[in-house]
C-alpha cells in the first residue's frame, strides 16, 4: 500500500496568516502516461464528511476559494492556504487515488 | 443537484454482518465509481472499496475477505456488506462518488458501534 504522511500533526495558525501542510506519499503518484499527480486534498469539519477541495495535485475543485491551493509532483506535495478566516481553521487530509488501496494520510489540524 | 443519501443499521453485536445502503438523486450513476469509506478515530480515514454501474468492484485487500459491494442501477443505489464484524469495525461509514480525481459527494455518514 501506498503510506501517506502528512506533516504537522498539528498546526498553530493566526488569522490573516498563511498556512502550508505538508503531505509525503511513499511512492511516487506522477503517472507516466498522463503526466498527472493522483493527489487530492479534502477539508472536514466536525461531524462533517470530508469536502474535496482540490485534485490532481492542484486543481481546486469548483466552489473552492482561490486561497486554497495545492502543488508538489512525484512523492512530495503541499496544500497553502493563504488570508486564513475562521472557517480554515479545522482538519485537513491528503489522498492518493493512484494505486488500489487508495489511502489517506493521517490529517492535519490547523488551530488557533 | 446531486444528493447522496445513506442508511442502515448502526449497532451490531460482534460476529453479526453490517449492511449499508446509499441512494443517489438528481445526478448521473453511471459513468462514476461508487465508493465506500470509514473513519475511526484509530486508523483515521480508510478506503474500503468501489463499484461501478455495471458491477466492477475493487475492494482493499485488508478487508476484502469479509467485504461485498453491490449495485442496483436501476435504482441509483449501492450497498456494503461486511461479515464478522468485531469492535475493530466501530466507525463512521461513508459513501462517496468518485469522478476519476477525488470523491465530490459524499453521503452524510452511518455511526456504525459494535458492542456486545
Known amino acids: 500500500d501506498i503510506v501517506m504522511t502528512q506533516s504537522p500533526d498539528s498546526l498553530p495558525v493566526s488569522l490573516g496568516e498563511r498556512a502550508t501542510i505538508n503531505c509525503k506519499s511513499s511512492q511516487s503518484v506522477l503517472s507516466n502516461s498522463n503526466n498527472r499527480n493522483y493527489l487530492a486534498w479534502y477539508q472536514q469539519n466536525p461531524g462533517q464528511p470530508p469536502r474535496l477541495l482540490i485534485y490532481w495535485a492542484s486543481t481546486r475543485e469548483s466552489g473552492v476559494p482561490d486561497r486554497f491551493s495545492g502543488s508538489g509532483s512525484g512523492t512530495d506535495f503541499t496544500l497553502t492556504i493563504t488570508s486564513l478566516r475562521a472557517e480554515d481553521v479545522t482538519l485537513y487530509y491528503c489522498q492518493q487515488y493512484y494505486i488500489s488501496p487508495y489511502t489517506f494520510g493521517q490529517g492535519t489540524r490547523l488551530e488557533i | ?116
Open chain 2, 1 to 116: 443537484q446531486e444528493q447522496i443519501q445513506q442508511w442502515g443499521a448502526g449497532l451490531l453485536k460482534p460476529s453479526e454482518t453490517l449492511s449499508l445502503t446509499c441512494g443517489v438523486s438528481g445526478g448521473s450513476f453511471s459513468g462514476y465509481f461508487w465508493n465506500w469509506i470509514r473513519q475511526s478515530p484509530g486508523k483515521g480515514l480508510e478506503w474500503i472499496g468501489e463499484i461501478n454501474h455495471t458491477g466492477k468492484t475493487d475492494y482493499n485487500p485488508s478487508l476484502k475477505s469479509r467485504v461485498t459491494i453491490s449495485v442496483d442501477p436501476f435504482n441509483q443505489q449501492f450497498s456494503l456488506r461486511l461479515t464478522s464484524v468485531t469492535a475493530a469495525d466501530s466507525a463512521v461509514y461513508y459513501c462517496a462518488r468518485d469522478v476519476g480525481g477525488g470523491y465530490t459527494h459524499w453521503g452524510q455518514g452511518t455511526l456504525v458501534t459494535v458492542s456486545s
